[in-house]
Every structure is written in structure tokens, then in C-alpha cells.
């Protein structure tokens, strides 16, 4: 073989290696709204307001005569469902741990958030469907 076929040749064995040390991912600054943070935070505050009107719901759920609306169940249900997909998509797509920049703390966030819409609407909807 000839010298220059056998230096291309190392020189494509190592250059994925070399471009896996030149792109590592480094922390994004605390002003940097990145996607991961996006979306994250879009899900939590989705989350929470799920919580809200679940909580809202299972409050009004057991009166009798309140007018109980299984809607708003059902939107507690869907908020929470929102924030475990989008929380759960961010906690498998980010490539680093929390602190980052990734948004993967408020993934957390929004997983346990929607977990907790989705449980109060649920409830909400058995009560107000066991007492129409």
C-alpha cells in the first residue's frame, strides 16, 4: 500500500473519535432558554394547572346539586397526561445529568405534577359520575 492510502486510512478510523472529544455538550448558562428547558417548563406549569382545576373538580365533585362537571375531570386528565408525555420525552431525549441546561430537573417536575393532575381528575370523574 501506498503511504498516503494508509494514512487517509487512519486518519478516518480516528476521526469519529476525535469529533466525539471536540462536541462534548457543555452546560448551557443560566440565561439560555434551550428546548429541553422549554418544553419542560411548558409542561410543568401544563401540569400544574391540572392540578389546580383537578383539585378544583374533586372539590366540587361531591356536592350534590354543585352542577359537577365531569369536563373539568377530564381536562385535569389531559393536562396530566400532557406533562407525563412532554416531561417523560425531555428525562429520555436530554444527553446530561441535572444542572446542565437540558431542562431534566423540571422534567422531574413535571412528571410527578402530571402524575398528580391525572390522579385528581380521575378521582374528580368516579365521584361525579357515582353520584349522577
Known sequence: ???????????????PEAAHVAFQPVAASVFTMSAGRLGATVAALVGLTGVVIGGRALRSAGRVGAGSRP?????????????LAVGGLVVATSDSGIGTGNGRGVAFVALVVGLI???????ALSRSRRTN
Open 1 to 15: 500500500m501506498k503511504k498516503e492510502h494508509l494514512m487517509s486510512v487512519r486518519f478516518l478510523l480516528a476521526a
Open 71 to 83: 369536563s373539568r375531570a377530564g381536562l385535569a386528565l389531559v393536562a396530566g397526561l400532557f406533562a
Open 117 to 123: 393532575s391525572m390522579v385528581l381528575g380521575g378521582l
